[in-house]
């Protein structure tokens, strides 16, 4: 039986028939099902940044949502339209290759995990808002399964997109920053700040 996606619904009832028992198969033991269901279903509900096939390739996204979504109906176009901050793009090839980098190469989806990622960092939001994830810990959850090392560089909780940036500044050998530490800095809250 398909699971349709009625596009009005919202993105808890999206997420429900996206995980629904009918559509788990032995291949989704990863934990990335969960991460991308959410993200999934807040795009199908028009919430987060994510532009048309989340970001990815037409190839990819079809790939991804046979494998993972298999007999759901998933658009292929963004209904939230275009948020996103283009003139980041010139970084974007720098940020697939830091991710990749730092990339568990044992996990089958990560170059999804890797297209959405980068898709998201284009936003303007926290991170976790533009990928439509549900929650900050939901993101953190994500970057340590499928990028353990880059996380763990995270040792003080900055915001991950920050984070992300920073380490692309540092691996260029730029420091931005004039502050001797991020403690004494009058922005730390932007950095560190809640997010929720």
């Given at each position: 039986m398909s699971a349709a996606l009625q596009l009005h619904d919202d993105r808890e009832q999206i997420?429900?028939?996206?995980?629904?028992?009918?559509?788990?198969?032995?291949s989704m033991t990863s934990p990335n099902h969960e991460w991308l269901a959410c993200m999934t279903a807040s795009w199908c509900a028009g919430q987060?940044?994510?532009?048309?096939?989340?970001?990815?390739?037409?190839?990819?996204f079809n790939e991804l949502t046979n494998h993972f979504f298999s007999g759901s109906s998933i658009p292929?176009?963004?209904?939230?339209?275009?948020?996103?901050?283009?003139?980041?793009?010139?970084?974007?090839d720098d940020l697939v290759n830091?991710?990749?980098?730092?990339?568990?190469?044992?996990i089958i989806e990560i170059d999804w995990v890797i297209g959405i990622l980068v898709a998201g960092s284009l936003g303007s939001d926290h991170l976790w808002q533009d990928l439509g994830l549900w929650s900050r810990s939901q993101l953190s959850a994500m970057l340590q399964y499928n990028f353990p090392e880059l996380a763990a560089k995270n040792d003080k909780d900055m915001k991950w997109k920050k984070f992300l940036y920073k380490q692309l500044c540092e691996a260029e050998g730029l420091y931005l920053c004039r502050v001797p530490s991020c403690e004494v800095c009058i922005d730390y809250s932007k950095c560190y700040g809640s997010e929720e």
């Open positions: 997420y429900s028939r996206l995980t629904s028992k009918s559509l788990l198969t032995s987060g940044v994510l532009p048309d096939y989340m970001g990815l390739e037409f190839e990819q292929s176009h963004a209904l939230s339209g275009s948020k996103l901050d283009f003139s980041r793009m010139l970084e974007k830091l991710l990749k980098h730092f990339s568990n190469p044992d």
